[in-house]
């Protein structure tokens, strides 16, 4: 899975915040480019198989319907990256 990350992420930052991407999401390309939006997971796109296919301890295990979206997959990193990078100014 390939997954873009808005570079308005501090530099010190990126390492924990590709450590919180791998723990989610098992092997991505992760990807730091410009953006002047403000999110902080820009895009993400499905793996070789352009599926979304659940992965052993991963957040696609999920049985609610729609889970396994990109879109989801997208919110649940943008979510996790917010909480992340809020605890760090704290």
Same mark, same amino acid.
């Given at each position: 899975?390939?997954?873009?990350?808005? $570079?308005?992420?501090?530099?010190?930052? &990126?390492?924990? #915040?590709?450590?919180? #991407?791998? *723990?989610?999401?098992?092997? @991505?390309?992760?990807?730091?480019?410009?953006? &002047?939006? @403000?999110?902080? #997971?820009?895009?993400?796109? @499905? %793996?070789?198989?352009?599926?979304?296919? @659940?992965?052993? %301890?991963?957040?696609?295990? *999920?049985?609610?319907? %729609?889970? &396994?979206?990109?879109?989801? #997959?997208?919110?649940?990193?943008? $979510? &996790?990256?917010?909480?992340?990078?809020?605890?760090?100014? %704290?």
């Amino acid at each position: 899975m390939k997954i873009t990350l808005n $570079d308005s992420i501090p530099e010190a930052q &990126r390492p924990a #915040v590709e450590t919180l #991407v791998r *723990s989610f999401i098992k092997a @991505p390309e992760i990807l730091w480019m410009p953006s &002047r939006f @403000p999110r902080y #997971v820009m895009f993400v796109e @499905p %793996g070789p198989n352009n599926t979304t296919e @659940p992965e052993s %301890g991963s957040i696609f295990e *999920s049985p609610q319907s %729609g889970s &396994r979206s990109l879109a989801s #997959v997208t919110n649940f990193l943008e $979510d &996790r990256i917010k909480l992340h990078l809020t605890e760090k100014k %704290g």
